[in-house]
């Protein structure tokens, strides 16, 4: 195992730790951006270092198919390649039998995909994508699981669980890397809290050295969301990192943070700025809006940012709806808010002021008190105390808002 997982503070599900990887020491809740081919859009690795990311996420399917992961060895790894000494996670390549789905055949020996690169098929075992990913060399890697969308029902749920559990074997006998990389399984299951708890009891019996809570976020309602992390979370190993796959907006990491889950990814800081929308403590800001054109704010005054320190909504409206230097500049605002929340959340477990946090999080998302029903339910599991966070707060903000 070639982690150390330290729990330094907690409040009452949440915690923050220290968590020790070969590349670099981590502190959780956080959050990693997904670099699918080595690169965050338009951000150099200096720049991501500035903002505090820590870990990087890195695409097994699509790094295998360009550059390969063979000329990533022959580089001296994916760190040496991108230029980034810090902590880098490369998923199985699973999450494309949802993405792909339509050039995807699934069967016991593995996934085969139709490449979107030259239209030849490619065969993805448990075997090669661990394989693949030995190449690659990042500090935790994913086992292949059979993935399906938490929208469908039916005997397929129950399969793509049983599956998974049969892979995972595969993948461990497979790792050659044990001593500088950590293989961590994901809990399949859909929306069934049987098959959940079948999955999860299969896992953690192999002893891995983290756990991630897979098929979410693709669909399903919020209410069904929570009661599942909230679920895996509770029977996963207290001194094990927990990551929960896709999950990125704000609110959803607060409230996986208050259940107990320790790691997030998404796409969604960097994708929403190529769209010219910006993230703020209020939802979103969006630039693009014609209110923008002559706001000499920043983004955020509250932010420390580069962006927000340098740069007017008017300045950042003319290029999002003209230049590719606005989805870049937003990109770092952006992740910086995510790095922030990250830190923020650590640090409010670690000084025992998570509920205030959680509470002044909620009345700046939601300023006229209507907080959603199911952040109620599930801070209520989570011991916290929401109810001050329903008073409005009567102000007047000139912002088009969402939560997500």
């Not at 580089?75 to 699973?94: E, I, V």
């Not at 995807?104 to 090669?128: C, H, R």
């Not at 500090?139 to 049969?166: F, H, Q, S, W």
Request: charged residues 20%.
């Amino acid at each position: 195992m070639a982690l150390r997982f330290e729990i330094l503070g907690r409040f009452n599900r949440a915690r923050a730790a220290r968590l020790t990887l070969p590349h670099f020491l981590c502190e959780t809740p956080l959050f990693m951006p997904v670099g699918t081919q080595g690169t965050i859009k338009g951000l150099t690795t200096h720049q991501l270092e500035d903002i505090g990311c820590q870990i990087i996420l890195g695409n097994t399917y699509h790094l295998a198919l360009r550059p390969t992961s063979e000329l990533i060895d022959e580089m001296g790894g994916l760190h040496k390649f991108m230029n980034w000494p810090r902590a880098l996670l490369t998923d199985s390549g699973g999450f494309q039998m949802v993405s792909l789905l339509h050039l995807a055949d699934i069967t016991e020996e593995g996934v085969t995909f139709q490449s979107p690169v030259d239209g030849k098929p490619m065969l993805l075992t448990p075997e090669e994508s661990i394989q693949i990913q030995n190449r690659i060399g990042a500090d935790i890697i994913m086992a292949l699981d059979d993935v399906v969308k938490t929208t469908i029902t039916g005997p397929r749920i129950e399969e793509a669980m049983y599956r998974t559990l049969r892979w995972i074997d595969r993948c461990i006998a497979a790792h050659k890397r044990p001593k500088e990389q950590n293989l961590f399984g994901i809990v399949q299951g859909g929306l069934d809290p049987v098959l959940r708890d079948i999955c999860v009891q299969g896992l953690v019996e192999r002893n891995l050295p983290g756990y991630a809570i897979g098929g979410l976020a693709g669909g399903e309602d919020k209410d069904s969301f929570w009661r599942v992390v909230a679920q895996c979370t509770a029977s996963l190993p207290e001194s094990k990192p927990r990551y929960v796959m896709g999950v990125g907006y704000p609110l959803d990491i607060v409230v996986c943070s208050a259940l107990g889950a320790d790691m997030y990814d998404c796409v969604y800081p960097t994708r929403t700025a190529r769209f010219g929308t910006a993230l703020v403590p209020e939802g979103v800001l969006k630039l693009k809006h014609q209110s923008m054109a002559d706001d000499t704010r920043p983004i955020d005054s509250t932010c420390e940012c580069m962006i927000c320190k340098n740069y007017t909504r008017a300045y950042l409206h003319c290029l999002v709806t003209k230049d590719a230097m606005g989805s870049q500049l937003l990109s770092y605002h952006n992740l910086y808010y995510m790095m922030q929340l990250s830190r923020n959340l650590h640090s409010s477990i670690i000084e025992g002021k998570f509920p205030e946090f959680v509470c002044d999080f909620l009345r700046k998302m939601f300023p006229e008190g209507d907080v959603p029903e199911w952040v109620c339910n599930a801070m209520e599991v989570a011991g916290i105390d929401i109810s001050s966070c329903s008073t409005p707060l009567n102000s007047k903000l000139n912002l088009h808002t969402s939560s997500g």
